[in-house]
């Protein structure tokens, strides 16, 4: 673009004014020589040229740009018509030096102008925004004409018309001007009016368009006026309004604005000022008409129609003004309404959510008064929400737990919208105490709620749950004694307390002789009464220092602590044996045991607990060789058994390698139907010459060695492969799950999601049929890697069992970080369903796997009304010798091939 002269508007009229200034100063010095002839040559000419420059600016703009052609084009022509005009109005008068006859050429150059530029106004793309203000716009452009028209018929047509005389035509063309220009005048107002309404930027000022277009239009007026009242010439004042007129659209024309800062002028007038231009222009047509008639005491017919239109206008614009408020105010009420409506229902929605919500919601202010209480504190807390709100919060609160709330409040507090959860006990109307999980978020500054609100939720089931299984994790459940993992902890404490203290200490490993026996012939019960007495008999002859456990089954263990005198362990181990061999009452039957005891002290250079105990198991096994009712001492040399585990490592290793292993499969069955939904592989192995292996012995060995990684993919490939052989032959199975154990150590392997996402392609057995089963240590693990394993299975649509769940160290919390889909009831918590033991902890289990969503298999069901019982409470699926034990493939495809529910009926429900 060569052209960019000016970017800013504030400079259009300086140059304006200048092109002007310096015009009328040319013709002032030619009047002030008295120079008539060059008054009139400056004035024509001047006219001429700037009406010609106006039109080429405009045609030129018309050709840069796109926007706006037409327009641009046609207020192009309406100049260069008039500067036409101009041209033959001067060489008539200034060329040939004669009076311009009237009509003329030129009357034709200077009337193209009017309907040309209302053309070009009415060109522009401005859209009002709706039907009303289309409408007003139209009644206010009609009012302005009529009103303008009004006040040129008193001052300019009327004396036009009534000077008649000429011809027709010639009276015709007087009219088309002053005609002409309240056309234009009015189409400039009109589109003002729709400029301001509408929402569209025009890349032209119509400040300036419509300024020059006015002012063109006011001069013209004025000259066919003073040339009524013939006094009109050439130079005379009335000039300066067409000059200033064409300068100013020479500067629109010329003026290009980057198009983004493009805003309608307009706009800077005011809104007000559009309002109220109809009223004013009537306004001021009524005080003209009114001057009027009292000048010339008449008023004429033109006159009175116009001001009767006038009216009529003036109405209907105001009828639509109200009706167009009415409308507004409807839609404010209609949107008032409806946004009360909205805030009403999702106050609701949150008053519901939090009643109904599980959740126990209490709102407090700083003083501790409850402001807001939920309703689902009747379920949790046994008490009416009613009852609670307005009274102090620490009425609730138990005793020995205030004090930990009362912290925690005062710390929440501080700052807003701090949050923080503790543990707390509640207190319920009958005292008992209810175990909550508080999370205290701080909203005093918030003016919906203002106060500090307690989210608490019910984990009395939880910790009691877990209590239990802490208490288990570390009891022999039986007879309450420790358990092996307690007593392996206490012996480690005593194993560092030792080197502070320079104390001795000493292991006794007790296995009874002929408990088997008594067991098998008068029945399980009557072993566990007998397990009992044993225990019993073992706290009554140690000292309050000593530690008693039982290992499982019908080993114990004893650790002698503060040993002085290692005589002492002797005649413990005599005792011991003395007191185990008296006569048990089982019942009305007397029955005898035998035991033997391995002693190992600390002083034997044992390296850590493990090898203290196992030293000591050496010498109870070298006890129990050399016969009943003895006791040994640990002695190095009973380290020849160890080769042994040697030569058996081998063995494993080259049947791995071999073939030398098989995988038998034991069948899940679903509680409710009685059909087989999935199989465990179990990993055997057939020794040469000992015969059946079982994997109680040989699984610990492959950990040891780092043989189970290559254990673990073998049966996992194997079984796989079987599965999908199952999957696809057998009718009805083809959704058969596959469990396949894993180990802790095989999870170091930072490959193993890669490499089981390999076998399953292999083999084609898709994802989430198959269930990896590991013990709860794997989880709580906190080797990053381990995790990093376990979610790379997850996501791959492979599910987790939790194996064994209960018997690990049990804090439940992994249960939340780790999403497992299974847990596998161990088998002990099983067997205590049948034997009159702990009910309640296999229901709480079950009901924990519910709660999360999580599937819940009962393992080692070994009686009818263990089912029964599973069943009732909800248990999903049962795995046991009740209904089979594992299989090699072949017996298993037999079975499942029968498809006939296993063993459900047996024994009836009564449920
Ligand atoms: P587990 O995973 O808890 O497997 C269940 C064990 O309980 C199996 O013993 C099974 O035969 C036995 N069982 C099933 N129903 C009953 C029942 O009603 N009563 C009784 N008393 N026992 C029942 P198994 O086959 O001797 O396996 C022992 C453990 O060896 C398994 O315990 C598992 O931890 C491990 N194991 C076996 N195969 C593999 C393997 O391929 N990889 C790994 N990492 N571990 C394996
Ligand atoms: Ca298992
Ligand atoms: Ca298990």
């Not at 010439?233 to 983004?260: E, H, K, M, P, T």
């Amino acid at each position: 673009m060569s052209y960019r002269p000016f970017e800013r508007v504030g400079v259009a009229p300086v140059v304006v004014g200048a092109l002007t200034l310096s015009w009328v100063a040319l013709l002032m010095l030619c009047a002030r020589a008295g120079q008539e002839g060059a008054v009139q040559l400056t004035s024509n000419l001047g006219l001429a040229l700037i009406a010609l420059a106006a039109g080429v600016a405009a045609v030129r703009r018309a050709r840069d740009t796109r926007e706006l052609r037409h327009f641009w084009l046609l207020l192009g022509a309406a100049s260069l018509a008039w500067s036409a005009g101009q041209t033959v109005w001067t060489w008539y008068e200034s060329v040939l030096g004669r009076e311009v006859p009237f009509p003329s050429l030129a009357d034709v150059g200077y009337l193209g102008l009017p309907p040309l530029a209302a053309t070009a106004l009415l060109c522009l793309p401005l859209a009002a925004p709706t039907l009303a203000g289309r409408l007003r716009a139209v009644l206010d452009g009609l009012i302005v004409a009529l009103s303008l028209l009004l006040v040129s018929w008193i001052i300019v047509l009327g004396p036009v018309v009534n000077a008649g005389g000429d011809s027709m035509l010639a009276q015709t063309i007087s009219l088309a001007y002053p005609v002409g220009d309240t056309v234009v005048i009015t189409i400039v107002i009109f589109t003002w009016l729709r400029a301001r309404q509408s929402a569209r930027k025009l890349p032209v000022s119509l400040a300036l368009v419509g300024g020059g277009l006015v002012s063109f239009a006011v001069a013209d007026s004025g000259f066919v006026y003073l040339t009524t009242l013939s006094d009109y010439s050439s130079g005379s004042f009335i000039d300066i309004g067409w000059f200033a007129g064409f300068a100013l659209l020479l500067v629109a024309a010329s003026q290009v604005r980057s198009d983004n800062t493009v805003h309608i002028d307009e706009e800077s007038f005011g809104n007000q000022l559009g309002t109220f231009l109809p009223y004013s222009a009537v306004l001021i047509a009524v005080t003209t008409s009114a001057i009027d008639v009292m000048r010339s005491g008449a008023t004429d017919i033109f006159i009175s129609w116009d001001r009767s239109a006038l009216m009529v206008f003036l109405v209907a614009r105001q009828v639509l003004t109200l009706r167009e408020n009415m409308a507004l105010t409807r839609n404010l009420e209609d949107r008032v309404q409806a946004r009360t409506a909205e805030l009403q229902s999702s106050r609701q929605r949150f008053a519901a959510l939090v009643q109904h919500s599980s959740d126990v919601v209490t709102v407090i202010d700083h003083s501790g008064v409850i402001t807001y209480q939920s309703e689902s504190c009747l379920r949790v807390l046994g008490r009416e929400a009613t009852s609670m709100t307005g009274s102090s919060l620490w009425d609730y609160i138990a005793e020995d737990h205030a004090a930990a709330l009362r912290e925690v409040i005062a710390s929440v507090s501080v700052e807003p919208l701090r949050l923080q959860t503790l543990h707390n006990s509640w207190l319920r109307p009958d005292g008992s105490e209810c175990h909550l999980e508080v999370t205290v978020t701080n909203l005093l500054l918030n003016e919906d709620v203002e106060g500090l609100v307690l989210n608490s939720r019910d984990v009395t089931d939880r910790t009691a749950l877990q209590e239990q299984l802490l208490h288990q994790a570390f009891h022999d459940s039986l007879t309450a004694l420790f358990n092996r993992a307690m007593f392996k902890e206490r012996l480690e404490h005593a194993l560092t307390r030792r080197e502070r203290h320079a104390a001795s200490l000493a292991v006794l490993f007790l296995d009874l002789d002929g408990f088997k026996e008594v067991n098998d012939t008068l029945g399980h019960s009557a072993g566990d009464t007998l397990l009992i007495q044993v225990a019993n008999r073992l706290l009554d002859l140690v000292r309050p220092s000593d530690t008693v456990a039982r290992f499982g089954g019908d080993e114990f263990a004893i650790l002698v602590e503060d040993l002085d005198d290692p005589a002492y362990t002797i005649t413990l181990a005599q005792r011991v044996n003395t007191v185990l061999r008296e006569a048990y009452d089982l019942g009305g039957t007397r029955v005898h045991l035998g035991v033997s005891v391995g002693i190992a002290h600390d002083a034997d250079m044992a390296a850590d607990a493990e090898q203290l105990l196992r030293n000591a198991d050496l010498a109870m096994y070298q006890a129990k060789a050399a016969g009943e009712g003895g006791f040994a001492i640990y002695d190095p040399s009973m380290h020849a058994g160890l080769v042994e585990r040697v030569r058996l490592e081998a063995d494993l290793r080259k049947a791995i390698d071999d073939g030398g292993l098989a995988v038998h499969y034991q069948p899940l069955i679903s509680m409710s139907t009685g059909r087989v939904t999935g199989v465990e592989a179990l990993a055997r192995w057939q020794h040469p010459e000992r015969g059946p292996v079982s994997p109680v012995e040989f699984i610990p060995l492959a950990e040891a060695t780092g043989l189970i990684r290559r254990l673990g993919l073998w049966v996992l490939r194997e079984a796989c492969a079987q599965t999908v052989e199952w999957q696809r032959s057998q009718p009805g199975l083809s959704e058969l799950r596959l469990s396949v154990n894993v180990s802790p150590r095989q999870l170091d392997d930072e490959n193993l999601a890669a490499v089981i996402a390999e076998v399953l392609v292999e083999t084609g057995l898709h994802p989430e049929f198959l269930t990896l089963e590991m013990t709860e240590s794997v989880l709580m693990s906190d080797s990053p890697s381990a995790l990093v394993t376990l979610r790379e299975l997850k996501a791959m649509g492979v599910r987790l069992a939790i194996d064994d769940f209960g018997t690990g160290y049990s804090s439940l919390s992994y249960l939340h970080r780790f999403p497992v889909d299974v847990l596998k009831i161990d088998r002990s918590f099983i067997e205590q369903l049948s034997l009159g033991g702990d009910t309640a902890l296999v229901s709480t289990i079950v009901r924990l796997g519910h709660t999360m969503n999580l599937e819940t298999v009962a393992e080692g069901i070994e009686r009818p009304q263990e089912m029964l019982l599973l069943r009732r409470q909800g248990c999903t699926t049962g795995q046991g010798f009740h209904f089979s034990p594992a299989l090699p493939p072949e017996e298993l495809t037999l079975l499942l091939a029968e498809r006939a529910p296993l063993r459900m009926i047996r024994g009836g429900d009564p449920a």
